[in-house]
Protein backbone atom coordinates (compact mmCIF):
# COMPACT_ATOMS: atom_id res chain seq x y z
CA UNK A 1 0.00 0.00 0.00
CA UNK A 2 1.45 3.49 -1.10
CA UNK A 3 0.47 7.00 0.40
CA UNK A 4 2.20 10.09 0.84
CA UNK A 5 2.56 8.89 4.45
CA UNK A 6 4.69 5.50 3.49
CA UNK A 7 6.42 7.68 1.09
CA UNK A 8 6.56 10.50 3.74
CA UNK A 9 8.39 7.85 6.26
CA UNK A 10 9.74 5.83 3.99
CA UNK A 11 7.94 2.78 5.06
CA UNK A 12 6.16 -0.34 4.04
CA UNK A 13 2.31 0.47 5.84
CA UNK A 14 1.19 3.71 6.66
CA UNK A 15 0.38 2.53 10.21
CA UNK A 16 2.06 4.31 13.15
CA UNK A 17 2.60 3.49 16.65
CA UNK A 18 1.12 6.30 19.12
CA UNK A 19 4.57 7.45 21.09
CA UNK A 20 2.13 6.16 24.37
CA UNK A 21 3.55 7.19 28.11
CA UNK A 22 4.87 4.34 29.81
CA UNK A 23 4.63 1.65 26.93
CA UNK A 24 6.30 3.06 23.93
CA UNK A 25 10.08 2.68 24.96
CA UNK A 26 12.56 0.85 22.25
CA UNK A 27 10.99 -2.44 22.44
CA UNK A 28 7.49 -1.07 21.06
CA UNK A 29 9.21 1.26 18.72
CA UNK A 30 11.71 -1.07 17.26
CA UNK A 31 9.05 -3.85 16.63
CA UNK A 32 6.88 -1.38 15.07
CA UNK A 33 9.27 -0.21 12.92
CA UNK A 34 10.71 -4.06 11.81
CA UNK A 35 6.99 -4.82 11.16
CA UNK A 36 7.39 -2.37 8.60
CA UNK A 37 4.69 0.38 10.21
CA UNK A 38 6.79 3.40 11.86
CA UNK A 39 7.04 2.66 16.02
CA UNK A 40 7.53 5.89 17.67
CA UNK A 41 9.48 6.29 21.41
CA UNK A 42 6.75 8.15 23.52
CA UNK A 43 9.07 10.42 25.22
CA UNK A 44 6.48 11.77 27.23
CA UNK A 45 6.84 9.90 31.11
CA UNK A 46 11.05 9.58 30.28
CA UNK A 47 13.73 12.06 31.97
CA UNK A 48 15.54 13.40 29.07
CA UNK A 49 18.74 10.58 29.64
CA UNK A 50 16.14 7.95 29.25
CA UNK A 51 15.04 9.67 26.34
CA UNK A 52 18.40 9.37 24.75
CA UNK A 53 19.33 5.37 26.22
CA UNK A 54 15.79 4.46 23.96
CA UNK A 55 17.09 5.95 20.89
CA UNK A 56 20.23 4.54 21.36
CA UNK A 57 18.71 1.10 22.07
CA UNK A 58 15.80 1.09 18.98
CA UNK A 59 18.56 2.17 16.58
CA UNK A 60 20.56 -0.91 17.70
CA UNK A 61 16.77 -2.89 17.33
CA UNK A 62 16.26 -1.75 13.66
CA UNK A 63 17.64 -0.39 10.84
CA UNK A 64 14.38 0.99 9.75
CA UNK A 65 12.37 3.95 9.98
CA UNK A 66 11.52 5.59 13.72
CA UNK A 67 10.68 8.31 15.86
CA UNK A 68 10.36 10.33 18.64
CA UNK A 69 6.88 11.62 20.24
CA UNK A 70 7.71 14.71 21.75
CA UNK A 71 5.10 16.48 24.13
CA UNK A 72 5.23 19.97 23.88
CA UNK A 73 3.91 20.61 27.39
CA UNK A 74 6.50 19.13 29.22
CA UNK A 75 9.05 20.49 31.03
CA UNK A 76 11.59 18.22 29.55
CA UNK A 77 10.46 19.79 25.82
CA UNK A 78 13.73 21.63 25.70
CA UNK A 79 15.57 18.68 26.83
CA UNK A 80 14.50 16.57 24.54
CA UNK A 81 14.62 18.63 21.49
CA UNK A 82 18.43 18.38 22.37
CA UNK A 83 18.69 14.91 22.91
CA UNK A 84 16.52 14.54 19.61
CA UNK A 85 19.05 16.83 17.35
CA UNK A 86 22.24 14.65 18.66
CA UNK A 87 21.08 11.56 18.23
CA UNK A 88 20.07 12.87 14.98
CA UNK A 89 16.28 11.41 15.12
CA UNK A 90 14.94 11.46 11.47
CA UNK A 91 11.19 12.03 12.45
CA UNK A 92 9.18 13.58 15.25
CA UNK A 93 5.48 13.66 16.24
CA UNK A 94 5.03 16.61 18.31
CA UNK A 95 1.70 16.63 20.41
CA UNK A 96 0.03 19.02 23.13
CA UNK A 97 1.13 22.43 22.19
CA UNK A 98 1.74 24.83 19.74
CA UNK A 99 3.55 23.77 16.19
CA UNK A 100 5.04 26.78 16.18
CA UNK A 101 7.46 26.52 18.83
CA UNK A 102 10.08 23.62 17.83
CA UNK A 103 8.96 23.27 14.49
CA UNK A 104 11.04 25.11 12.35
CA UNK A 105 14.16 24.42 14.10
CA UNK A 106 13.55 20.50 13.77
CA UNK A 107 13.22 21.49 9.77
CA UNK A 108 16.45 23.08 9.61
CA UNK A 109 17.98 20.22 11.00
CA UNK A 110 16.51 18.13 8.37
CA UNK A 111 13.55 16.00 11.00
CA UNK A 112 10.48 14.88 9.94
CA UNK A 113 7.98 16.17 11.65
CA UNK A 114 4.27 15.69 12.71
CA UNK A 115 1.83 17.25 14.72
CA UNK A 116 -1.27 15.84 16.54
CA UNK A 117 -4.41 18.06 16.72
CA UNK A 118 -7.71 17.93 17.83
CA UNK A 119 -9.35 20.49 16.04
CA UNK A 120 -9.10 22.59 12.41
CA UNK A 121 -7.60 25.40 14.00
CA UNK A 122 -4.94 23.49 15.43
CA UNK A 123 -4.27 21.77 11.60
CA UNK A 124 -4.50 25.01 9.93
CA UNK A 125 -1.69 26.28 12.60
CA UNK A 126 0.70 23.03 11.31
CA UNK A 127 0.26 24.17 7.52
CA UNK A 128 0.98 27.60 8.22
CA UNK A 129 4.52 26.32 10.55
CA UNK A 130 5.55 23.96 7.95
CA UNK A 131 4.67 20.98 9.63
CA UNK A 132 5.43 17.62 7.07
CA UNK A 133 2.19 15.98 8.47
CA UNK A 134 -0.95 16.49 10.47
CA UNK A 135 -2.33 13.91 12.95
CA UNK A 136 -6.04 14.29 13.76
CA UNK A 137 -6.97 12.62 17.03
CA UNK A 138 -10.76 11.93 17.84
CA UNK A 139 -12.68 11.93 21.02
CA UNK A 140 -12.80 8.30 21.38
CA UNK A 141 -8.84 8.37 21.83
CA UNK A 142 -6.71 7.19 24.75
CA UNK A 143 -5.31 9.95 26.79
CA UNK A 144 -4.90 13.77 26.32
CA UNK A 145 -7.30 15.10 23.85
CA UNK A 146 -9.20 18.42 22.93
CA UNK A 147 -11.70 20.03 24.64
CA UNK A 148 -14.26 20.62 21.51
CA UNK A 149 -14.60 16.43 21.87
CA UNK A 150 -14.96 15.95 17.74
CA UNK A 151 -14.78 12.45 17.41
CA UNK A 152 -12.95 11.01 14.19
CA UNK A 153 -15.80 10.56 12.10
CA UNK A 154 -15.89 14.24 12.08
CA UNK A 155 -12.63 15.63 12.35
CA UNK A 156 -11.29 13.75 9.73
CA UNK A 157 -13.05 14.31 7.10
CA UNK A 158 -13.42 18.36 8.12
CA UNK A 159 -9.42 18.48 8.66
CA UNK A 160 -9.61 16.77 5.09
CA UNK A 161 -11.81 19.35 3.38
CA UNK A 162 -9.08 22.33 4.74
CA UNK A 163 -5.94 21.33 4.26
CA UNK A 164 -4.11 19.89 1.33
CA UNK A 165 -0.78 17.97 3.67
CA UNK A 166 -0.28 14.26 4.35
CA UNK A 167 -2.80 13.58 7.01
CA UNK A 168 -3.03 10.73 9.44
CA UNK A 169 -6.05 9.93 11.45
CA UNK A 170 -5.91 8.63 14.92
CA UNK A 171 -8.69 7.95 18.10
CA UNK A 172 -10.72 4.39 17.39
CA UNK A 173 -8.82 2.52 15.37
CA UNK A 174 -7.16 -0.86 15.98
CA UNK A 175 -8.50 -3.21 13.42
CA UNK A 176 -8.61 -3.02 9.99
CA UNK A 177 -11.82 -2.11 10.08
CA UNK A 178 -10.60 0.75 11.05
CA UNK A 179 -7.98 1.56 9.33
CA UNK A 180 -10.27 1.52 6.24
CA UNK A 181 -12.86 3.40 7.93
CA UNK A 182 -10.20 5.92 8.26
CA UNK A 183 -8.90 6.11 4.91
CA UNK A 184 -12.50 6.18 3.31
CA UNK A 185 -12.48 9.83 5.37
CA UNK A 186 -9.49 11.25 4.29
CA UNK A 187 -6.84 10.28 6.18
CA UNK A 188 -3.30 8.37 4.50
CA UNK A 189 -2.34 6.65 7.14
CA UNK A 190 -3.49 5.72 10.75
CA UNK A 191 -1.84 6.28 14.17
CA UNK A 192 -3.13 3.59 16.52
CA UNK A 193 -2.32 3.69 20.54
CA UNK A 194 -5.15 1.50 22.71
CA UNK A 195 -3.97 -1.52 20.10
CA UNK A 196 -0.04 -1.86 20.53
CA UNK A 197 -0.17 -1.14 24.10
CA UNK A 198 -2.03 -4.32 24.28
CA UNK A 199 1.05 -5.42 22.27
CA UNK A 200 4.27 -8.14 23.97
CA UNK A 201 6.48 -5.39 23.34
CA UNK A 202 4.68 -2.62 25.16
CA UNK A 203 6.61 -1.34 28.34
CA UNK A 204 3.17 -1.28 30.47
CA UNK A 205 2.23 -3.85 32.95
CA UNK A 206 0.92 -6.59 31.97
CA UNK A 207 -1.91 -5.89 34.25
CA UNK A 208 -3.03 -2.98 31.91
CA UNK A 209 -2.79 -5.20 28.98
CA UNK A 210 -5.07 -7.73 30.47
CA UNK A 211 -7.43 -5.29 31.07
CA UNK A 212 -7.47 -3.81 27.60
CA UNK A 213 -8.51 -6.43 26.40
CA UNK A 214 -11.39 -7.40 28.88
CA UNK A 215 -12.65 -3.87 28.89
CA UNK A 216 -15.84 -3.28 27.03
CA UNK A 217 -17.84 -0.14 25.73
CA UNK A 218 -18.31 2.28 28.32
CA UNK A 219 -15.62 1.46 30.37
CA UNK A 220 -13.82 4.77 29.95
CA UNK A 221 -14.90 8.32 30.39
CA UNK A 222 -13.05 11.89 29.22
CA UNK A 223 -12.34 13.74 32.12
CA UNK A 224 -10.38 16.43 34.07
CA UNK A 225 -11.37 19.29 31.57
CA UNK A 226 -10.26 21.68 34.09
CA UNK A 227 -6.69 20.73 34.20
CA UNK A 228 -5.65 19.03 31.01
CA UNK A 229 -8.79 16.60 29.69
CA UNK A 230 -7.71 12.96 29.05
CA UNK A 231 -9.67 10.00 28.76
CA UNK A 232 -9.45 7.27 31.31
CA UNK A 233 -10.26 3.70 32.67
CA UNK A 234 -13.06 4.01 34.89
CA UNK A 235 -11.13 2.65 38.34
CA UNK A 236 -11.54 3.79 41.81
CA UNK A 237 -9.29 6.73 41.08
CA UNK A 238 -11.65 8.06 38.12
CA UNK A 239 -14.58 7.52 40.38
CA UNK A 240 -13.04 9.58 42.77
CA UNK A 241 -12.21 12.29 40.08
CA UNK A 242 -15.64 12.21 38.92
CA UNK A 243 -17.04 12.95 42.49
CA UNK A 244 -14.79 15.91 42.73
CA UNK A 245 -15.72 17.08 39.03
CA UNK A 246 -19.68 16.45 40.22
CA UNK A 247 -19.33 18.70 43.12
CA UNK A 248 -17.50 21.20 41.08
CA UNK A 249 -13.79 20.93 42.73
CA UNK A 250 -11.22 23.68 42.50
CA UNK A 251 -8.43 23.18 39.47
CA UNK A 252 -6.24 22.86 42.62
CA UNK A 253 -8.84 20.45 44.40
CA UNK A 254 -7.82 18.39 41.40
CA UNK A 255 -4.12 18.60 40.97
CA UNK A 256 -3.91 17.31 44.24
CA UNK A 257 -5.86 14.67 44.40
CA UNK A 258 -4.97 13.42 40.79
CA UNK A 259 -0.73 14.10 42.72
CA UNK A 260 2.66 13.08 40.88
CA UNK A 261 3.31 9.77 39.79
CA UNK A 262 -0.12 8.26 38.79
CA UNK A 263 0.27 7.28 35.15
CA UNK A 264 3.49 5.76 36.33
CA UNK A 265 1.34 3.77 39.12
CA UNK A 266 -1.61 2.65 36.53
CA UNK A 267 0.16 2.15 33.72
CA UNK A 268 3.59 0.83 34.54
CA UNK A 269 3.55 -0.76 37.53
CA UNK A 270 -0.11 -1.83 37.30
CA UNK A 271 -2.03 -0.50 39.98
CA UNK A 272 -5.60 -1.12 38.88
CA UNK A 273 -6.92 1.05 42.15
CA UNK A 274 -4.94 3.81 42.59
CA UNK A 275 -3.28 4.53 38.80
CA UNK A 276 -4.17 6.82 36.51
CA UNK A 277 -4.86 4.25 33.43
CA UNK A 278 -5.58 5.57 29.58
CA UNK A 279 -6.65 3.64 26.62
CA UNK A 280 -9.15 4.53 24.02
CA UNK A 281 -13.00 3.67 23.59
CA UNK A 282 -11.58 0.78 20.96
CA UNK A 283 -10.28 -1.41 23.22
CA UNK A 284 -13.67 -3.01 23.27
CA UNK A 285 -13.06 -4.92 20.33
CA UNK A 286 -9.24 -5.88 21.34
CA UNK A 287 -9.50 -9.06 22.52
CA UNK A 288 -5.25 -10.41 22.86
CA UNK A 289 -1.91 -9.67 23.28
CA UNK A 290 0.61 -10.35 20.23
CA UNK A 291 3.49 -8.90 18.88
CA UNK A 292 3.05 -5.44 17.17
CA UNK A 293 4.52 -7.21 13.94
CA UNK A 294 2.04 -9.60 13.99
CA UNK A 295 -0.66 -7.23 15.02
CA UNK A 296 -0.07 -4.90 11.70
CA UNK A 297 0.00 -7.90 9.60
CA UNK A 298 -3.15 -8.94 10.76
CA UNK A 299 -4.45 -5.03 10.40
CA UNK A 300 -2.99 -4.70 6.89
CA UNK A 301 -4.34 -8.12 6.05
CA UNK A 302 -7.98 -7.21 7.27
CA UNK A 303 -7.90 -3.76 5.64
CA UNK A 304 -7.47 -5.45 2.15
CA UNK A 305 -10.30 -8.31 3.32
CA UNK A 306 -12.81 -5.47 4.60
CA UNK A 307 -11.82 -3.25 0.80
CA UNK A 308 -13.09 -6.46 -1.34
CA UNK A 309 -16.26 -6.55 0.92
CA UNK A 310 -17.31 -3.03 0.82
CA UNK A 311 -20.75 -2.76 -0.98
CA UNK B 1 -25.63 -0.94 -4.33
CA UNK B 2 -27.50 -3.93 -2.92
CA UNK B 3 -26.85 -4.36 1.39
CA UNK B 4 -29.16 -6.35 3.53
CA UNK B 5 -30.26 -3.11 4.73
CA UNK B 6 -31.40 -2.18 0.83
CA UNK B 7 -33.38 -5.49 1.10
CA UNK B 8 -35.26 -5.61 4.53
CA UNK B 9 -36.44 -2.48 3.28
CA UNK B 10 -36.94 -2.34 -0.23
CA UNK B 11 -34.88 0.80 -1.00
CA UNK B 12 -32.30 1.43 -3.50
CA UNK B 13 -29.88 2.74 -1.56
CA UNK B 14 -28.97 1.73 2.16
CA UNK B 15 -29.12 5.38 3.20
CA UNK B 16 -32.00 6.36 5.83
CA UNK B 17 -32.83 9.67 6.90
CA UNK B 18 -33.34 10.27 10.71
CA UNK B 19 -36.71 10.94 12.14
CA UNK B 20 -35.67 14.08 13.74
CA UNK B 21 -37.79 16.47 15.98
CA UNK B 22 -39.18 19.34 13.78
CA UNK B 23 -37.35 18.35 10.94
CA UNK B 24 -39.25 14.89 9.76
CA UNK B 25 -42.50 15.51 8.45
CA UNK B 26 -44.07 14.24 5.81
CA UNK B 27 -42.35 16.57 3.21
CA UNK B 28 -38.69 15.69 4.02
CA UNK B 29 -39.84 11.75 4.54
CA UNK B 30 -41.68 11.19 0.92
CA UNK B 31 -38.41 13.62 -0.38
CA UNK B 32 -36.17 10.67 0.78
CA UNK B 33 -37.97 7.96 -0.46
CA UNK B 34 -38.82 9.51 -3.80
CA UNK B 35 -35.08 9.81 -3.90
CA UNK B 36 -34.62 6.20 -3.30
CA UNK B 37 -33.19 6.05 0.64
CA UNK B 38 -35.57 5.18 3.61
CA UNK B 39 -37.53 8.66 4.70
CA UNK B 40 -38.86 8.75 8.09
CA UNK B 41 -41.29 10.83 9.76
CA UNK B 42 -40.13 11.98 13.04
CA UNK B 43 -43.36 11.42 15.49
CA UNK B 44 -40.90 12.53 18.93
CA UNK B 45 -41.97 16.61 18.07
CA UNK B 46 -45.88 15.63 17.07
CA UNK B 47 -49.53 15.56 18.98
CA UNK B 48 -51.17 11.85 17.81
CA UNK B 49 -53.46 12.97 15.18
CA UNK B 50 -50.59 15.17 13.94
CA UNK B 51 -48.55 11.90 13.29
CA UNK B 52 -51.65 10.79 11.65
CA UNK B 53 -51.92 13.45 9.02
CA UNK B 54 -48.32 13.17 8.39
CA UNK B 55 -48.67 10.10 7.35
CA UNK B 56 -51.56 10.01 5.29
CA UNK B 57 -49.98 12.67 3.34
CA UNK B 58 -46.20 11.28 2.79
CA UNK B 59 -48.12 8.07 1.42
CA UNK B 60 -50.16 10.53 -0.94
CA UNK B 61 -46.56 12.06 -2.20
CA UNK B 62 -44.78 9.08 -2.41
CA UNK B 63 -45.83 5.15 -3.56
CA UNK B 64 -41.97 4.04 -1.81
CA UNK B 65 -41.77 2.68 1.33
CA UNK B 66 -41.28 4.92 4.14
CA UNK B 67 -41.81 4.53 8.15
CA UNK B 68 -42.20 6.47 11.49
CA UNK B 69 -39.46 7.00 13.84
CA UNK B 70 -41.00 6.25 17.43
CA UNK B 71 -39.99 7.36 20.44
CA UNK B 72 -40.26 4.99 22.98
CA UNK B 73 -39.90 7.02 26.16
CA UNK B 74 -42.62 9.73 24.59
CA UNK B 75 -45.95 9.93 26.62
CA UNK B 76 -47.77 9.73 23.18
CA UNK B 77 -45.96 6.73 22.78
CA UNK B 78 -49.19 4.40 22.83
CA UNK B 79 -51.36 6.57 20.56
CA UNK B 80 -48.38 6.76 18.38
CA UNK B 81 -48.51 2.72 18.04
CA UNK B 82 -52.32 2.84 17.78
CA UNK B 83 -51.99 5.30 14.69
CA UNK B 84 -49.33 3.36 12.95
CA UNK B 85 -51.14 0.40 13.00
CA UNK B 86 -54.54 1.98 11.74
CA UNK B 87 -53.07 3.53 9.08
CA UNK B 88 -50.74 0.41 8.15
CA UNK B 89 -47.43 1.72 8.44
CA UNK B 90 -45.02 -0.58 7.21
CA UNK B 91 -41.77 0.07 8.47
CA UNK B 92 -40.54 1.50 12.48
CA UNK B 93 -37.45 2.64 14.09
CA UNK B 94 -37.96 2.63 17.71
CA UNK B 95 -35.24 4.77 20.23
CA UNK B 96 -35.09 6.39 23.51
CA UNK B 97 -36.57 3.05 25.62
CA UNK B 98 -36.51 -0.35 25.41
CA UNK B 99 -37.24 -2.57 22.60
CA UNK B 100 -38.88 -4.73 24.11
CA UNK B 101 -41.75 -2.68 24.54
CA UNK B 102 -43.46 -2.86 20.89
CA UNK B 103 -41.23 -4.80 19.20
CA UNK B 104 -43.74 -8.37 19.54
CA UNK B 105 -46.78 -6.48 18.98
CA UNK B 106 -45.64 -4.37 15.93
CA UNK B 107 -44.02 -7.50 14.17
CA UNK B 108 -46.90 -9.50 14.87
CA UNK B 109 -48.72 -6.85 12.46
CA UNK B 110 -46.04 -7.72 9.77
CA UNK B 111 -43.64 -4.20 11.07
CA UNK B 112 -40.77 -4.42 9.65
CA UNK B 113 -39.03 -3.22 13.15
CA UNK B 114 -35.57 -1.31 13.52
CA UNK B 115 -34.32 0.04 16.86
CA UNK B 116 -31.68 2.87 18.08
CA UNK B 117 -29.29 1.84 20.40
CA UNK B 118 -25.56 3.57 21.38
CA UNK B 119 -24.14 0.58 23.25
CA UNK B 120 -23.81 -3.30 23.67
CA UNK B 121 -26.14 -4.24 26.26
CA UNK B 122 -28.92 -2.55 23.94
CA UNK B 123 -27.66 -4.10 20.43
CA UNK B 124 -27.73 -7.14 22.33
CA UNK B 125 -31.21 -6.65 23.50
CA UNK B 126 -32.42 -6.06 19.91
CA UNK B 127 -31.69 -9.32 18.95
CA UNK B 128 -33.02 -10.87 22.20
CA UNK B 129 -36.38 -9.32 21.36
CA UNK B 130 -36.77 -10.11 17.44
CA UNK B 131 -35.87 -6.31 16.28
CA UNK B 132 -35.24 -6.68 12.53
CA UNK B 133 -32.07 -4.00 12.24
CA UNK B 134 -30.59 -2.33 14.83
CA UNK B 135 -29.04 1.18 14.45
CA UNK B 136 -25.92 2.06 16.20
CA UNK B 137 -25.72 5.68 16.96
CA UNK B 138 -22.31 7.09 18.24
CA UNK B 139 -21.54 9.77 20.45
CA UNK B 140 -20.90 12.46 17.43
CA UNK B 141 -24.90 12.47 16.65
CA UNK B 142 -26.86 15.25 17.02
CA UNK B 143 -29.98 14.89 19.75
CA UNK B 144 -30.03 12.52 22.72
CA UNK B 145 -27.49 9.53 22.61
CA UNK B 146 -26.15 7.46 25.42
CA UNK B 147 -24.11 7.76 28.31
CA UNK B 148 -21.36 6.18 27.46
CA UNK B 149 -20.50 8.56 24.82
CA UNK B 150 -18.96 6.03 22.72
CA UNK B 151 -18.16 7.49 19.20
CA UNK B 152 -19.29 5.52 15.78
CA UNK B 153 -15.59 4.52 15.27
CA UNK B 154 -16.03 1.94 18.57
CA UNK B 155 -19.34 1.45 18.59
CA UNK B 156 -19.93 0.06 15.37
CA UNK B 157 -17.14 -2.69 14.86
CA UNK B 158 -18.62 -3.57 18.67
CA UNK B 159 -21.83 -3.62 17.56
CA UNK B 160 -20.82 -5.87 14.32
CA UNK B 161 -18.26 -8.48 16.21
CA UNK B 162 -21.81 -9.29 18.51
CA UNK B 163 -24.77 -9.55 16.48
CA UNK B 164 -25.30 -11.17 13.05
CA UNK B 165 -28.91 -9.05 12.22
CA UNK B 166 -28.79 -5.86 10.04
CA UNK B 167 -26.54 -3.16 11.12
CA UNK B 168 -27.05 0.66 10.00
CA UNK B 169 -24.47 3.16 11.36
CA UNK B 170 -25.22 6.40 12.82
CA UNK B 171 -23.28 9.47 14.10
CA UNK B 172 -21.01 11.57 11.54
CA UNK B 173 -21.63 10.53 8.93
CA UNK B 174 -22.97 13.19 6.16
CA UNK B 175 -21.32 12.26 3.10
CA UNK B 176 -20.26 9.75 0.61
CA UNK B 177 -16.77 9.34 2.56
CA UNK B 178 -18.41 9.11 5.59
CA UNK B 179 -21.23 6.48 4.55
CA UNK B 180 -18.09 4.51 2.73
CA UNK B 181 -16.22 4.72 6.88
CA UNK B 182 -19.65 3.15 8.03
CA UNK B 183 -19.45 0.74 5.66
CA UNK B 184 -15.92 -0.37 6.34
CA UNK B 185 -17.05 -0.32 9.92
CA UNK B 186 -19.47 -3.18 9.33
CA UNK B 187 -22.74 -1.11 8.78
CA UNK B 188 -24.85 -2.47 5.96
CA UNK B 189 -26.52 1.21 5.66
CA UNK B 190 -26.14 4.88 6.97
CA UNK B 191 -28.95 6.99 9.19
CA UNK B 192 -28.63 10.36 8.22
CA UNK B 193 -29.69 13.22 10.47
CA UNK B 194 -28.37 16.68 10.09
CA UNK B 195 -27.41 16.72 6.48
CA UNK B 196 -31.35 15.90 5.63
CA UNK B 197 -31.43 18.55 8.30
CA UNK B 198 -30.31 20.92 5.93
CA UNK B 199 -32.17 19.62 3.21
CA UNK B 200 -34.91 21.85 1.37
CA UNK B 201 -37.92 19.70 2.40
CA UNK B 202 -36.63 19.49 6.28
CA UNK B 203 -39.20 21.74 8.51
CA UNK B 204 -36.80 22.69 10.72
CA UNK B 205 -36.79 26.42 10.20
CA UNK B 206 -34.55 28.47 7.64
CA UNK B 207 -32.47 29.84 10.95
CA UNK B 208 -31.91 26.39 11.51
CA UNK B 209 -30.53 25.52 8.28
CA UNK B 210 -28.11 28.14 8.12
CA UNK B 211 -26.62 27.76 11.34
CA UNK B 212 -25.72 24.28 10.32
CA UNK B 213 -24.15 25.29 7.08
CA UNK B 214 -21.92 28.04 8.87
CA UNK B 215 -21.10 25.83 11.76
CA UNK B 216 -17.32 24.62 12.82
CA UNK B 217 -15.97 21.94 15.01
CA UNK B 218 -16.25 22.39 18.20
CA UNK B 219 -19.91 24.17 18.05
CA UNK B 220 -22.05 21.63 19.91
CA UNK B 221 -21.32 19.89 23.27
CA UNK B 222 -22.86 17.10 24.74
CA UNK B 223 -24.38 18.44 28.39
CA UNK B 224 -27.71 17.47 29.83
CA UNK B 225 -26.66 13.88 31.44
CA UNK B 226 -28.86 14.28 34.95
CA UNK B 227 -31.53 14.90 32.37
CA UNK B 228 -31.40 12.68 29.35
CA UNK B 229 -28.11 13.65 27.87
CA UNK B 230 -28.21 15.38 24.38
CA UNK B 231 -26.17 17.25 21.96
CA UNK B 232 -26.67 21.01 21.73
CA UNK B 233 -25.78 24.02 19.66
CA UNK B 234 -23.98 26.28 21.52
CA UNK B 235 -26.16 29.20 22.02
CA UNK B 236 -26.79 31.18 24.35
CA UNK B 237 -29.52 28.48 26.13
CA UNK B 238 -26.85 26.22 26.04
CA UNK B 239 -24.15 28.63 27.98
CA UNK B 240 -27.14 28.63 30.68
CA UNK B 241 -27.23 24.97 30.80
CA UNK B 242 -23.53 24.67 31.17
CA UNK B 243 -23.56 27.56 33.66
CA UNK B 244 -25.96 25.21 35.99
CA UNK B 245 -24.33 22.36 35.58
CA UNK B 246 -20.76 23.83 36.28
CA UNK B 247 -22.65 24.35 39.61
CA UNK B 248 -23.75 20.87 39.98
CA UNK B 249 -27.80 22.14 39.81
CA UNK B 250 -30.20 19.57 40.82
CA UNK B 251 -32.29 17.84 38.75
CA UNK B 252 -35.13 19.85 39.35
CA UNK B 253 -33.27 23.10 38.48
CA UNK B 254 -32.52 21.70 35.20
CA UNK B 255 -35.83 20.71 34.34
CA UNK B 256 -36.64 24.43 35.47
CA UNK B 257 -34.51 26.29 33.12
CA UNK B 258 -35.23 23.73 30.00
CA UNK B 259 -39.00 24.26 30.46
CA UNK B 260 -41.17 23.23 27.86
CA UNK B 261 -41.38 23.79 24.16
CA UNK B 262 -38.07 25.10 23.69
CA UNK B 263 -36.80 22.35 20.74
CA UNK B 264 -39.76 23.43 18.86
CA UNK B 265 -38.73 27.55 19.92
CA UNK B 266 -35.17 26.36 18.81
CA UNK B 267 -35.53 24.17 15.81
CA UNK B 268 -39.12 25.24 14.42
CA UNK B 269 -39.27 28.53 14.93
CA UNK B 270 -35.38 29.62 14.57
CA UNK B 271 -35.10 31.88 17.76
CA UNK B 272 -31.25 30.89 17.73
CA UNK B 273 -30.88 32.91 21.67
CA UNK B 274 -33.41 30.87 23.77
CA UNK B 275 -34.38 27.89 21.80
CA UNK B 276 -32.81 24.06 21.91
CA UNK B 277 -31.10 23.61 18.91
CA UNK B 278 -29.72 20.14 18.18
CA UNK B 279 -27.54 18.97 15.43
CA UNK B 280 -24.26 16.83 15.25
CA UNK B 281 -20.23 17.18 14.73
CA UNK B 282 -20.64 16.35 11.39
CA UNK B 283 -22.62 20.03 10.31
CA UNK B 284 -18.87 21.33 10.14
CA UNK B 285 -18.64 19.52 6.92
CA UNK B 286 -22.32 20.37 5.37
CA UNK B 287 -22.09 23.87 3.24
CA UNK B 288 -25.67 23.88 1.68
CA UNK B 289 -28.80 23.21 1.88
CA UNK B 290 -30.20 21.07 -1.31
CA UNK B 291 -33.49 18.78 -2.13
CA UNK B 292 -33.13 15.79 -0.30
CA UNK B 293 -32.82 13.65 -3.28
CA UNK B 294 -30.03 15.70 -4.51
CA UNK B 295 -28.03 14.92 -1.42
CA UNK B 296 -28.55 11.21 -1.47
CA UNK B 297 -27.63 11.22 -5.34
CA UNK B 298 -24.17 13.06 -4.13
CA UNK B 299 -23.53 10.86 -1.15
CA UNK B 300 -24.45 7.63 -3.15
CA UNK B 301 -21.26 9.31 -6.12
CA UNK B 302 -18.96 10.66 -3.79
CA UNK B 303 -18.98 6.99 -2.10
CA UNK B 304 -18.44 5.23 -5.25
CA UNK B 305 -15.55 7.93 -6.25
CA UNK B 306 -13.91 7.38 -2.49
CA UNK B 307 -13.98 3.95 -2.68
CA UNK B 308 -11.92 3.87 -6.04
CA UNK B 309 -9.55 6.16 -4.82
CA UNK B 310 -8.84 3.34 -1.25
CA UNK B 311 -5.57 2.94 -1.25
Not at 55 to 81: M, W, Y
Not at 159 to 174: C, E, T
Not at 297 to 303: D, G, L, Q, R, T
Amino acid sequence: MKTRITELFNIEHPVVAGGMIWCSGWRLAAAVSEGGGLGLIGSGSMEPEILREHIVKCRQATDKPFGVNLPIFSRHSEAFVEIILAERVKIVFTSGGNPERFTKLLKKRGIIVAHVVANRKGALKCVEVGVDAVVAEGFEAGGHNGREETTTMALVPDIRNRIDIPLVAAGGIATGRGMLAAMALGAEGVQIGTRFAASEEASCSEAIKKTIIFSKDGDTDFVLKKLSPVRLWKNEFYQRVKEYETRNASEEELLDLVGFGRTKKGIFEGDLIEGEIEFGQIASVIKDVKPAAEIIKEIVAEYEQMKQKLP
